[in-house]
Structures are given as structure tokens and as C-alpha cells.
């Protein structure tokens, strides 16, 4: 038998409406210029399984690399946040012990009282996911308290299926590679500190996103999710 090579997709279903309207309305979005009172921030969260080493790793020398034992002692779980203002080249990663509806409004509400105390409104991009939903804040907040964080929160969720157009899944897949990848952390404060020093340094550089797919690009190359309109 042959093997065949399998790559996974996110494959979108053919003529979906409503796939549309969400993509090409984050993608118009995307094509706004900066706005310092409704500034655009694009948020996203991954979670993460804790590892701790069971034998203390052998030193690399000029002769081998570090050496880390292959068994490894499961710590428990943590939910990283990531909240990405594309424009500004800012960026900001937290982690939390969970991600409850609870824990992504107070994520929020701190992004909204200190960060972007002075905005107007906040234009914030978000999947689907049920705890990305307005009455997280009642669940965490007074019901004025609430009710004030939503009056400056405009939201806008990627189409089912769509999550590639939400920037802050690309700057997890970054954070991940370049901070993550083939490493035991096995505490949440670990985590927190490996991930804040890589979110500080890149500020630092204020690497911005520069979108470049547009509606005319959707229209042109995903043809197969527009409707076919019969005449």
C-alpha cells in the first residue's frame, strides 16, 4: 500500500453566506487606518499542558547538546491569552490557572482600564468560542460595572471555521515556535515569565502586522464560498 502524504485544513464549507459576510467583514476591518480612539485588537488563547522534568537534564558542551530525559510528569494545565493591536506593533500575553468565561472578562476588562483607559471604543477580533460573549461580564462584574465595559467594546467574530483571520492566532503560532517549542514548563509561574519577557521584547521592536489579503483578494481566490447568484 501506498502511503500518502495527509496535510489538515481548515477547510470552509462551498457557498456559505454567512462565512462570507463575517470574512469580508473582518478583512474591511483590517483595511481601516489607525484609529488611537477605536483602536483594533485582535485576541486569542491556546491552552497548555504543564511538563515537569523527572531527572535533572545533562549539560551541553562543545562535544553534545543538552540532554533532557525522555520521561516527563504531567503538572496540570494553563490557558494562555494573547490580545494583538496590529497596527500599534502591541501585543500583550497573559496566562491564567483556566478559561472561563470569568477569566476572559477580566482579561478584557484590565486591557480596557489600563491599556486603553483613554479609547473611546475598542474594536475587538474574537473566534466564536462561548466564553467570548457578552454576558461573560455579567457573570464577573456588577451589573453597572458590566454594562459600562460593553458600551466600549465593539466585537467582531471570525466566520465558523475562519479562525486564519484572526491575527492573534498567528502571533500565538510565533509566541509558540519561538518561545514554547521543545521545552518543559511545568509551573504557571514558569509560563508567565517566559511568555511576558517574549511579548516585552518584541514591543520593544513594535513589530507591526501588515494585512495584505483584501476583499478583492477573497473574491478573486475563494470564489467557491460566494453564493451563486441565479438570475
Known amino acids: 500500500m501506498t502511503k500518502r502524504k495527509i496535510q489538515y485544513w ?9 462565512f462570507v459576510a463575517s470574512m ?3 478583512l474591511d476591518l483590517y483595511s481601516m487606518p489607525y484609529n488611537a480612539s477605536m483602536p483594533v485588537v485582535c485576541m486569542d488563547e ?10 535533572a537534564s545533562i549539560v551541553g558542551t562543545k562535544e553534545h547538546p543538552q540532554r533532557v530525559d525522555y520521561e516527563y510528569e504531567r ?3 494553563a490557558c494562555i491569552f494573547v490580545f494583538v493591536e496590529p497596527l500599534a506593533g502591541w501585543r500583550k500575553v497573559s496566562v491564567r490557572s483556566q478559561r472561563t468565561k470569568v477569566d476572559w472578562a477580566f482579561e478584557v476588562e484590565e486591557l480596557l482600564r489600563t491599556k486603553y483607559a483613554e479609547a473611546e471604543k475598542v474594536i475587538l477580533v474574537c473566534d466564536n468560542l462561548n466564553t467570548h460573549t457578552r454576558g461573560a461580564f455579567y457573570e464577573a462584574f456588577s451589573v453597572d460595572k458590566a454594562r459600562e465595559i460593553v458600551k466600549r467594546l465593539e466585537f467582531r467574530y471570525t466566520p465558523k471555521h ?6 492573534s492566532e498567528n502571533e500565538l503560532s510565533s509566541m509558540t515556535r519561538q518561545c514554547l517549542k521543545n521545552r518543559r514548563i511545568g509551573d504557571i509561574s514558569t509560563l508567565r515569565s517566559q511568555t511576558e519577557a ?5 514591543n520593544i521592536k513594535q513589530r507591526g502586522v501588515e494585512w495584505q489579503f483584501t476583499i478583492g483578494d477573497a473574491r478573486r481566490k475563494l470564489k467557491s464560498i460566494y453564493p451563486k447568484i441565479k438570475d
Request: zero cysteines; proline letters at 8%; aromatic letters at 6%.
Open 10 to 18: 481548515v477547510i470552509p464549507p462551498e457557498s456559505d453566506s454567512e
Open 24 to 26: 469580508e467583514d473582518i
Open 46 to 55: 491556546q491552552p497548555v499542558q504543564l511538563l515537569n522534568e523527572t531527572r
Open 75 to 77: 503538572a496540570g494545565t
Open 162 to 167: 475562519g479562525s486564519w483571520l484572526n491575527i
Open 198 to 202: 517574549w511579548s516585552n521584547t518584541i
